[in-house]
């Protein structure tokens, strides 16, 4: 797992936002990949993007907090920043990783992003012998090798995995199903494609050559997965 967290920030205050952005750039481990002004920008981001933590207010206009959270398909760890604390507390029925009360001290600030990290570390946990993946598809439970496996395609509350002739439509989040591939050999290359890199043909620019389809690169994954490749 990458080590570095990504976050965004969604708050209608711009001192609020200010706040948060200081301390994430002295805090090692998490960078701000987004601020927002409204959950509306904070959607459309999402919409192409993806991200570990979002830092978020509650009381916004056209769109509060509770209901941001509420249209999320998949779910960052969520921080709320509030000044109201029997909002942050109901929140919690949403299962919110944690709050900070408006303005946050620093402290508070390290305390809950380290529970984020740490949160997130524990999800991706896993065995080190495991060469394989079940899936439940219809009333099928189906073995399949990860040497198999081409790559993964999200859409909305499903996944699609491409395996050779085979196609498996499973119930999932992209993250839920990326937690279960080893990232030795997968990686997340936008938010709707994981990709074995065992089965790259080429790649240009934004876009990857494998088993004959074209994968596009996500912005906010290029750095992450031109890293990853072993380059001459």
């Keep these: 797992m990458n080590t570095t967290l990504k976050c965004i920030i969604v708050d209608d205050e711009v001192l609020s936002r200010n706040i948060i952005e200081q301390f994430v750039e002295k805090t090692g481990f998490i960078t701000c990949v987004k601020s927002c002004a409204n959950p509306i920008e904070a959607v459309q981001f999402l919409g192409e993007n993806a991200c570990d933590v979002i830092f978020l207010d509650i009381e916004m206009p056209e769109m509060s907090g509770l209901e ?12 709320l920043v509030t000044s109201k604390e029997e909002y942050a ?4 029925d949403l299962d919110v990783c944690d709050y900070l009360l408006k303005p946050p001290a620093y402290a508070r ?3 809950a992003v380290t529970k984020a990290k740490e949160t997130i570390q524990r999800e991706n946990d896993l065995p080190s012998s495991s060469e394989f ?4 598809v219809d009333t099928r439970i189906v073995k399949i090798d990860f040497t198999e496996i081409d790559y993964v395609k999200g859409t909305g509350d499903y ?7 085979h196609q498996y439509i499973v119930h999932s989040t992209m993250s839920g199903i990326e937690n279960k591939l080893p990232d030795k050999y997968f990686v997340r290359v ?3 494609y994981i990709i074995n890199l065992r089965k790259i043909a080429s790649i240009e620019d934004t876009t990857i050559s494998l088993a004959g389809q074209i994968i596009p690169i996500g912005g906010i994954f290029k750095t992450d997965f031109y890293n990853r490749l072993s380059l001459l």
């Design 159 to 165: 996944v699609t995995i491409y395996a050779g002739k």
């Design 109 to 111: 600030f390290l305390k």
């Design 190 to 192: 936008h938010k709707s």
């Design 68 to 79: 941001f959270i509420v249209s999320l398909r998949e779910k960052p760890q969520i921080i």
């Design 89 to 92: 507390l109901k929140a919690f």
């Design 133 to 136: 993946l079940f899936v439940k």
